[in-house]
């Protein structure tokens, strides 16, 4: 009788593990069963193909280790899938389903509403990988208003929605594909390298992504303010060689810089493996464009004021869109345009000699 009692204290760990943690399943068996339980596949209508699964190191990893596991799912003459599934440390934290013939086929009806079936999908997760943050990011679903792309928050937790049409093919209606991303926050500062997202597409389930615990924040302290952080940068400047390849090699060239415009990020950024600080990304402009170079990049940790890095904002298309309006990027739209024309018409009369011949 005692040693009865004994395997069974001995087992107990092991029976209490979630699904998603399951030493006994390799990394495959992991991937169907997710399929089958949380993204409801109904994978009795599939014939499931191995197609890859290998291990690798990311090195910003610091070691850790990833699978990749891809898929084939086939039902003749109605639908066939590809799926990629990855695990870090045995653990899945990534699947994307992409649809090469008809539709899914699932194992229950999925909700009409994107909300409802989002929702349906992270209460299954939360049951597989047993992660108790998984039921703030449900509860948050339930003020989503998918009219409009909205940012809610509660607690640590930031929840931003987007609605956009995509079309790869012209010949194909257009399509919707709806995003809910999670994104751990600390003292107003996100740290988006700790995630969760999950995509739809077309009312049916497109990708997933889990990396909320990835990365340990080592800081929160912002004790260096928007002002500060443009002050550091502009110094730091002051120092700076810009540096662009002529005809004669690496030249130094002369610049100034504007007071206006300025842009500012704060955000959590990798000062260690795996570990994040606040940290001030600046941008300062040129008064004009020095041949491809249009400003400096600045980036200083929020919390000490240190300058981490500095280098050259450059562009071969003109001043990119999404930086306020700057005069300068007119010549070289202009020379853009010249070299067009030039290129039509040279066209042109290589046609008519041909013709000509």
């Not at 997710?34 to 191995?50: E, G, H, R, S």
């Not at 002050?231 to 120092?239: G, P, Q």
Request: charged content about 20%.
């Amino acid at each position: 009788m005692s040693t009865i009692v004994l395997l069974l204290v001995l087992a107990f760990p092991l029976l209490q593990l979630p699904k998603a943690y399951s030493a006994e399943l390799t990394a495959p068996e992991k991937t169907l069963t997710f399929l089958k339980d949380v993204v409801k596949i109904d994978m009795t209508k599939y014939n499931a193909t191995l197609v890859s699964n290998w291990v690798d190191y990311p090195p910003h990893w610091g070691g850790l280790a990833e699978e990749v596991v891809r898929y084939n799912l086939d039902v003749v003459n109605e639908s066939k899938l590809y799926v990629t599934c990855r695990f870090r440390e045995n653990m899945l934290y990534s699947c994307s389903l992409q649809v090469l013939k008809g539709s899914p086929i699932f194992a229950e009806s999925q909700p009409t509403k994107v909300v409802d079936a989002t929702k349906g999908f992270l209460e299954r997760y939360q049951t597989y990988s047993e992660a108790s943050y998984i039921q703030t990011m449900c509860d948050m679903l339930d003020t989503v208003d998918l009219t409009k792309d909205a940012t809610i928050t509660s607690g640590n937790v930031k929840l931003t929605t987007s609605n956009q049409e995509i079309q790869n093919d012209p010949t194909v209606e257009a399509i919707e594909r709806t995003s809910f991303e999670w994104t751990y926050t600390v003292n107003g500062v996100d740290a988006s390298q700790n995630v969760v997202r999950v995509t739809f597409e077309g009312g049916v389930f497109k990708s997933f992504r889990n990396n909320w615990n990835l990365y340990k924040i080592g800081s929160s302290n912002v004790n260096v303010s928007r002002e500060e952080a443009i002050n550091f940068a502009r110094n730091a400047a002051e120092d700076y060689t810009l540096q662009i390849y002529l005809d004669d090699g690496l030249t130094d060239v002369e610049f100034n810089l504007v007071d206006e415009p300025v842009t500012a990020e704060l955000f959590m950024y990798p000062k260690e493996t795996l570990t994040v600080y606040p940290f001030w990304r600046v941008e300062l402009y040129f008064d004009k464009y020095y041949y491809s170079a249009y400003g400096i990049q600045v980036g200083i940790w929020a919390d000490t004021g240190e300058v981490n890095d500095i280098s050259t904002l450059m562009s071969m298309l003109g001043y990119p869109d999404d930086i306020p309006e700057f005069p300068f990027w007119t010549p070289m739209l202009i020379t853009l345009i010249a070299f067009l024309v030039v290129a039509v018409i040279y066209r042109r009369k290589l046609s008519q000699r041909r013709d000509e011949r």
